[in-house]
């Protein structure tokens, strides 16, 4: 059990000891402290056993009644299509195609845009049923602001095939979009038979070129997309969709209900020139996923030819999937699994808070500041052993929460919106960047306050509080976007996943797991009130006597 | 018990301590039913589903938060001083002296809540019928002639002190001042964040029957009480068992452990 | 009510360390007793049972012949002082005795006496935060005093005491001892009870090494030794084996002599016209006789950790 020890470079006498030293006799101090490691010990279990609570807690059933035998647990998860970037989407329109070479282009002029929707129920019947199997709802006359109908060259006729698309929209303007996530203006304003639009894409390869034009010889570029994986022989053509009517309401309880039902959006073109197809193709009519159990409200479609001029019905829509009340089945996303986190937090925070304000308890900050004097040095020694740990708490507990979580819950039948490999690495590694970032805020604010039960106090209710209002929506949505905004809460950004399309018409709401910041500018917030908290604490460290 | 209570008397009001949390305590209550009721607004021909009466009491959320702290510190106070033992020294009797804590912690939150929840209330009356939710669009103002409001705020009074009653049962249970605080808002607040992931709706309702703050609250709601996951005074008496069991386990502590 | 403690065969362990192992003892009225023993030998841990703060594992603990949980106004029958610091650090010292008085239905007037006596007046007012710990020991000394009790307990009183305080201490232990109060004082410092206490409690290792008097105490570490000073060392040397005495030679003019009281020493040398300067009966120090009696614990100690292996 004895050892020699020599002492280290940093703790030569003749020098002052220098921050490594200072870091190292923090961490001792922390690793002594048996409550405060079995409180990080017991952040990553509650953390983890929460999350996995409510990711077993969902019990799906489908089927039934209408849908044939009533299904349980995985029989039930919804077949949904998967774009290029391997997101969830919704890809169901009606498409007039034929045959298209690797270089060729697609011109058309397109002369109105109308549309119906049929608003299915009153509140709370969110529209599931699929078209035709219910008894017909009558029709209101309407187009949404995200019909959208033009021309598209697309890999295949296979719901979630790659494509690049030029189309104009309900209110939008004109739109260059491509592989579902990606969407450009163009021309602005809605096209009519005084005002109508031409669009133009050009193939060359993979590289797909999108032109506008409002008089048919003027053409300005909207955008190019490269379309990876397009095959020499690709489908182009002209389409028509609608997305699905959506209406929110909120009730007095903070909840909120939808009611949803499908629309159809119908588009005349005329001019329309092809260059580059296959000689002796004709034109193919087709409903892509508009199966009677799609699981997005669809109403039919098709299309009729007259001469130059063709009428395409179509409705669905060609975008990202998203969870929250714009999703038509349930869906859960990967970070509904780091809910525990919150509970584990709160003993991070209380750990964090101590770990400072334990030293004014019987005057041990004076023993601290005698032997490393500089008083900035020991709280920045102090944050980097506070976050270093409550990052790894973080960091493991998320690691662990969410590939079972994601595994449990599919196997329960419920959809999981699919992520990218990066994204899931982001949501993980950024939970425990939350975590050691709201540590060493605690942290700094126990430094500034030194009594535990107000310090610790200040950490929860300005971390967690905000949370809680805004998703418990106990304040207004509006309110609640700011308290997401300008509170530490904003970190939690870092959580999302799952990105906010703007050419979406559905609300992304904080209990959806939608931040009004961007994940890394949510984070930034974060990190401003810890290094606030930070200076402060130096500030007044170095003012007030030991 | 009268020396018990003119004891732990003597020891609130010669501290400031106790005065400045029951001040701040009815300070952020008001400040964030202020907040709360500035930021809404119901827009003229629309339906704006707003229970008026919960909006401007909540602040009560935070200022919960104040009054764990004040009930929390009362006990754990002395465990960090060491003070406790001088207290166990002249008043043998633990349990009295916690029932005494009990007493002069409630009668002091009562007070203070009461000023919190009329602050909360008249800020709702000055402000809300400028902002769209007038009598013209079928809002009353408020007032505590109203039966459903003068059942909330009298709730809400009723909630600060039994959360107070909590707090302290905890602090009694747990002793350092920084956990005992850790662990109540931890219970306030996590289950209604788990609520709000809970997939199943079943389980998210037993979340909020079962949860001190979300059951407690239900207290503040004068409208849609029928789809409320459980009924005010029942949610009342959710939270009165929470903080009866914690006052339970933290005497039972209390008298078995060494000082 | 009598004015005694009674600890008798009481048992405690924390987790695997025995910190009380059948102490028992008495404090009797009317003295000073002394409760001396190495840091960590249970004193203060006997002393938080007495008060009941701690439940002993076996055995049991009364004052004034009843369980101190039972007494209806504590402070009026046992003053006790264990952690000075054990304050509020916030609230003054005057207020801190006035809860103390309210817990015990005493009227305000009683806060202000003792104040008086413990010497405090001057900083009554103060934040108790701000007190040097001499002030502090004050403090909790006033707040003991407070019930005017019959019994009073003391853990550690004279630390952080300068000298004219520890002076003041000892001489209000011996009057409060004087007026038939029992009193129970604990120090590891043998001097500061030197001049304070009649009786004296020795424990080590959580059990009673030693109980007696003062004087008893000091007699038997002294031996009956006594130390002569002359010019004329061989003929004193003579005069005095011949007396019957065991006599040694300590350094050139000095002689240690047993075996014979200082008053027949004085007799047998002037009888013979032996000059001497000086001859004075050996007077241990507490200190000493301290030592001399927890060297055997020690080494019982030590002993008895080898058997145990």
């Known amino acids: 059990m004895t050892a020699i020890v020599t002492p280290r470079r940093a703790a030569r006498p003749g020098g002052p000891p220098g921050f490594g030293a200072t870091v190292r006799a923090e961490w001792i101090k922390f690793r002594t402290v048996r409550g405060w490691v079995t409180g990080m010990i017991a952040a990553v279990v509650v953390t983890a056993l929460l999350g996995l609570f409510a990711a077993g807690s969902a019990h799906i059933g489908c089927g039934g009644a209408l849908g044939g035998p009533a299904r349980t647990g995985a029989a039930c998860l919804p077949a949904v299509a998967t774009g290029p970037g391997g997101e969830a989407v919704v890809d169901s329109y009606y498409f007039v195609h034929q045959p298209l070479a690797s270089h060729g282009s697609i011109t058309v002029r397109i002369t109105s845009l109308t549309g119906k929707y049929f608003p299915a129920g009153g509140p709370g019947s969110s529209a599931q049923g699929p078209a035709g199997s219910a008894p017909q709802p009558t029709a209101v006359n309407g187009l949404q602001p995200w019909s959208k109908a033009g021309i598209m060259i697309a890999a295949s006729t296979k719901p979630g095939a790659a494509y690049a698309a030029m189309m104009v929209s309900g209110q939008h303007g004109v739109r260059m979009q491509y592989d579902y996530t990606h969407d450009t203006a163009g021309l602005a304003g809605s096209v009519s038979g005084a005002s109508p639009r031409w669009l133009r894409l050009t193939r060359s390869g993979d590289l797909i070129t999108g032109y506008d034009s409002a008089d048919g010889t003027h053409w300005s570029q909207v955008g190019t997309a490269s379309v990876a994986g397009l095959p020499s022989t690709a489908q182009a053509g002209l389409f028509a969709t609608s997305p699905q009517y959506l209406q929110i309401s909120n009730n007095e309880l903070g909840g909120s209900s939808g009611s949803s039902g499908a629309s159809q959006a119908t588009a005349g073109f005329g001019d329309v020139r092809l260059t580059g197809a296959a000689a002796g193709r004709g034109w193919t009519g087709q409903g892509i996923d508009t199966a009677a159990d799609a699981d997005y409200p669809v109403q039919g479609g098709g299309y009729r030819q007259a001469g130059g001029t063709f009428t395409v019905t179509g409705s669905g829509d060609i975008a990202p999937a998203v969870p929250g009340p714009g999703s038509t089945f349930p869906t859960a996303t990967i970070e509904d699994h780091l809910v525990g986190v919150f509970a584990g937090l709160i003993a991070v925070l209380v750990v964090a808070a101590m770990f400072f304000t334990a030293e004014y308890r019987r005057g041990l900050i004076r023993v601290t500041l005698a032997a490393s004097p500089r008083r900035g040095q020991v709280l920045a020694a102090k944050a980097v052993v506070i976050g270093a740990v409550a990052f790894v708490a973080g960091l493991v507990a998320a690691g662990i929460v969410v590939p079972i979580g994601i595994r449990m819950t599919r196997a329960q039948g419920q959809y999981v919106m699919p992520v990218s490999l990066l994204t899931e690495v982001r949501v993980i590694v950024g939970t425990g960047a939350l975590v050691a970032v709201a540590a060493v805020l605690a942290l700094a604010i126990g430094a500034a306050m030194r009594r535990s039960a107000a310090a610790v106090t200040t950490a929860i209710v300005v971390i967690v509080l905000p949370y809680l209002l805004a998703m418990a929506q106990i304040v207004p949505p509006g309110a609640g976007d700011w308290l997401l905004r300008l509170t530490p809460t904003a970190g939690f950004a870092i959580q999302q996943s799952i990105p906010a399309y703007p050419q979406l018409n559905v609300p992304y709401t904080p209990n959806a797991g939608f931040y009004p910041l961007a994940p890394w500018a949510g984070f930034a917030v974060l990190c401003g009130f810890a290094a606030l908290a930070l200076g402060v604490a130096v500030f007044l460290l170095r003012r007030r006597d030991a | ?259 | 009510m009598e004015a005694t403690i009674e600890v008798s065969a009481v048992r405690k362990r924390f987790g695997p360390k025995v910190a009380l192992d059948g102490m028992s003892f008495q404090v009797a009225p009317g003295q000073v007793t002394g409760f001396v023993g190495p840091n960590g030998a249970g004193k203060s841990t006997t002393m938080r049972v007495i008060l009941a703060l701690d439940a002993p594992d076996e055995g049991r603990a009364l004052v004034g012949g009843q369980p101190y949980q039972r007494l209806r106004r504590p402070l009026s029958q046992v003053g006790s002082l264990l952690d000075a610091a054990a304050l509020q650090p916030s609230r003054t010292g005057r207020n801190h005795l006035m809860w103390l008085a309210r817990s015990q239905g005493l009227a305000a007037k009683r806060v202000d006496e003792v104040i008086g006596q413990a010497g405090l007046a001057d900083a009554a007012r103060r934040r108790a935060g701000g007190y040097s710990l001499g002030m502090r020991q004050r403090l909790g000394i006033a707040a003991a005093m407070l019930g005017d009790p019959p019994i009073l307990m003391m853990d550690e009183p004279f630390n952080g005491m300068d000298p004219e305080g520890i002076v003041w201490m000892r001489g209000f232990l011996r009057s409060l001892a004087a007026q038939g109060r029992a009193i129970l004082v604990s120090s590891h410092l043998m001097g500061e009870l030197q001049d304070a206490a009649d009786h004296l409690v020795i424990v080590g290792r959580g059990r009673v090494i030693a109980d007696t008097s003062m004087r008893e105490l000091l007699a038997a570490a002294s031996g009956d030794r006594v130390m002569v000073r002359t010019t004329a060392p061989p003929e004193a040397v003579a005069v005095l084996r011949q007396a019957g005495a065991t006599v040694i030679a300590t350094d050139p003019d000095g002689l240690t002599v047993s075996g014979l009281a200082a008053g027949k020493v004085v007799a047998a040398l002037s009888e013979r016209a032996v000059p001497f300067s000086e001859v004075s009966a050996h007077r241990a120090t507490l200190e000493e006789a301290y030592m001399e009696l927890t060297r055997d614990a020690v080494e019982y100690r030590a002993a008895g950790a080898e058997t145990a292996r």
């Open chain 2, 1 to 259: 018990m009268s020396r018990m209570l003119r004891a732990e008397w003597t020891k609130l009001r010669t501290t400031a301590g106790p005065a400045w949390l029951l001040v701040a305590a009815v300070a952020a209550t008001v400040a964030l039913s202020v907040l709360a009721v500035a930021a809404t607004s119901c827009p003229a021909g629309s339906g704006c589903p707003v229970d008026t009466t919960k909006l401007s009491l909540t602040g009560v959320q935070l200022g919960q938060a104040l009054v764990a702290i004040l009930a929390v510190l009362v006990i754990s106070g002395e465990y960090s001083t060491g003070m406790i033992r001088i207290t166990f020294t002249a008043l043998p009797r633990r349990l009295g002296v916690l029932a005494a804590k009990g007493v002069l912690v409630t009668g002091l939150v009562l007070a203070a809540g009461t000023l919190a929840v009329l602050g909360g209330l008249l800020a709702g009356r000055l402000i809300l019928p400028g902002h769209g939710f007038s009598v013209a669009h079928g809002f009353a103002a408020l007032s505590l002639a109203h039966g459903p409001t003068l059942r909330a705020a009298a709730g809400s009074v009723l909630y600060l002190a039994l959360i107070g009653l909590l707090s302290l049962g905890v602090a009694a249970m747990v002793r350092d001042s920084a956990v005992a605080i850790g662990v109540i808002l931890a219970l306030l607040y996590l289950f209604p964040i788990v609520a709000t992931v809970t997939s199943d709706p079943k389980w998210q309702r037993h979340l909020e029957q079962i949860g001190p703050m979300t059951a407690g609250l239900a207290i503040q709601a004068t409208t849609g009480l029928r789809s409320l996951p459980i009924s005010p005074w029942a949610g009342l008496g959710v939270l009165g068992a929470w903080a009866a069991g914690a006052l339970l386990a933290g005497g039972l502590l209390l008298r078995l452990r060494d000082a």
